[in-house]
């Protein structure tokens, strides 16, 4: 099946700083990603939506200004948290939807830990 | 708002035995249901995909059942291994309005599988 790529797989910061997450289609292009977040026995929750080209669109409760996703590529998405906090760290997930048949693939996850 | 619940929470079951995880929905208006599978800071694994015109589907040993009218999905493992062991993810698209589509999770079902 299709590769979805994200980096870093794992990653800790300290509290105020900045934290960027790539989330590549390696094999595929991907008209859209969608970026979800799952805090321990939780189920996913979706975060937003984001087009190749356009503005992503944002959950209800998401912060866009906190959580600021870029799809500049059809082939790359990235989230930045920015002025992280602990609360923050959570399990962040990328899932593409390929070009032709609207399928999805989920990358392997980026555990943020914000100390 | 769809709500997606899986019974139960936590599963141990010992080395050979067959088992069924539960899965239920409540918006019945759903474009197809998958199965995954999460190992401990991973992402998803795709086990099986059912559209909402099929009632069942088959992988190895796996096996789910789609009943749409009543909100239930099962997943039924044969003669579980160790390796099973990991948490497993119900999902479902549903429509969610000007011709986009919207994934909602349950919490899981953890499975541990004694040798």
């Known amino acids: 099946g299709a590769v979805v790529s994200q980096h870093p797989s794992w990653v800790i910061c300290k509290s105020g700083t900045s934290v960027k997450i790539e989330c590549r289609s390696l094999?595929?292009?991907?008209?859209?990603m969608f970026w979800y977040r799952q805090f321990p026995k939780q189920s996913l929750m979706l975060m937003a939506t984001s087009n190749e080209g356009s503005k992503a669109t944002y959950e209800q409760g998401v912060e866009k200004d906190k959580f600021l996703i870029n799809h500049a590529s059809l082939t790359l998405s990235t989230l930045t948290v920015t002025s992280a906090h602990p609360e923050d760290s959570s399990f962040y997930i990328c899932?593409?939807?390929?070009?032709?048949?609207?399928?999805?693939?989920f990358g392997e996850g980026s555990r943020l830990t914000v100390l | 708002k769809q709500e997606v619940t899986q019974i139960p929470a936590a599963l141990s079951v010992p080395e050979g035995e067959n088992l069924v995880l539960n899965c239920s929905f409540t918006d019945s208006a759903i474009y197809n249901l998958q199965w995954f599978r999460q190992d401990p800071g991973k992402g998803l694994t795709s086990l099986l995909l059912i559209q909402s015109s099929q009632r069942e589907q088959t992988s190895g040993r796996l096996n789910a059942s789609l009943d749409k009218s009543s909100g239930r999905s099962t997943l039924y493992i044969a003669a579980s291994q160790p390796g099973d062991s990991a948490t497993y993810l119900c999902a479902v698209k549903g429509y969610s309005g000007a011709g986009s589509y919207q994934l909602t999770f349950g919490k899981g079902t953890k499975l541990s599988v004694i040798p």
């Open positions: 094999d595929f292009q991907a008209t859209t």
């Open positions: 899932s593409a939807r390929t070009r032709d048949t609207g399928e999805l693939f």
